[in-house]
Each structure stands twice: as C-alpha cells, then as structure tokens.
C-alpha cells in the first residue's frame, strides 16, 4: 500500500492491464488482508471494477484475498484445469502452501453481481486523487479488531436484503 505501489491499484493502471488482456486472459488482485480495513477494501474493489465489471473475490489463504476477471470467458472450472497443468501455476501455489488448488472452486466469496454493488459504497482511488495508502496507514495504527472481508460482505448482503424487502412491502 506504500506510495508507487498504490499506483498499480488505480483505474488508469486496470484500463492499461485490460486493455493489453487477451480474450480468455485472467487479470487477478493480490489482496493482503492483514492490517487492511473496510475502506481500504471497498475502495479497491471500486477501482478495480472500474475496468474490470465482471470480477469475482476469492479466499486464496487466511490472510489473502484475491480479485479476479477473466476477459470474455465465463467458465471458471475450464480456466482452473488448464492452469493446474502448468507447473508454474502449481510451484506458485505450493510457495504459498496452498494445498489444493482445486479447492479454490469453493473459495469465492463474492461475485460480479455482489462486487458491484459493493463497489459502490467505496471511494475511488485515482492518480489525481489518491486515497488507498492513507487508508492502509490508519488501519494499521487504528486497526479493527473485526475486519474481514466475510464480515463486510456478510453485513452488506443484510443490508442489501432489508432493502429488497422493504421495498417488497
């Protein structure tokens, strides 16, 4: 989150990675979760579908999410076949101790649908305006206790229900 390395969160740095995507290509966002918080979070969810509109959000570890768009393919199953017979995907996921990648089909936490809603609630993070390093620095000298990623989805998902059924009403 450090100054310079934001700069690759930013809309300008997705539109560059999309457009240089290929049809089929898979772009994916590290996110380290530790000492992060709900601004944070939202933030870079918004910038990242600025470009990339239908991602999705995956626990890759306990303390690592990832965001994820795949250009122009639908079938996340077909993409994780081909990437399990390529040695360096595997190497990468043994370095990370992750043991079985095939157990990533069960770690997604959100979907393009639910990403953008929440999208919405976050504030941009551009080279003009930049605001991700700050919210990185005040959620590690004030951090909360309750942050995660679930929690946050969990609670807009309520919220977002109590909506549709009060409008239903």
């Known amino acids: 989150w450090v100054a310079g390395m934001e700069n690759l969160m930013t809309p300008e740095f997705y539109e560059i990675a999309y457009q240089n995507l290929a049809v089929g290509g898979t772009f994916i966002q590290w996110i380290p979760e530790y000492g992060f918080s709900e601004t944070g979070l939202l933030m870079l969810i918004r910038s990242f579908m600025s470009s990339f509109d239908s991602s999705s959000m995956w626990r890759l570890t306990q303390n690592d999410l990832i965001l994820m768009y795949q250009k122009e393919s ?8 081909k990437r399990l017979a390529e040695p360096v995907f595997l190497d990468t996921m043994d370095r990370i101790d992750f043991f079985s990648p095939k157990s990533l089909t069960y770690a997604q936490i959100a979907g393009p649908e639910l990403l953008s809603q929440l999208a919405i609630k976050g504030n941009l993070h551009t080279l003009n305006k930049p605001g991700l390093g700050i919210a990185a620095l005040e959620a590690l000298y004030h951090p909360d206790p309750q942050y995660s ?18 409008g239903n009403q």
Not at 150 to 166: C, D, G, P, T, V
């Open 149 to 166: 990623a679930e929690n946050i989805i969990n609670k807009f998902s309520r919220e977002h229900a109590a909506q549709l059924n009060s």
């Open 74 to 81: 639908a079938d996340f199953h077909q993409w994780l076949d």
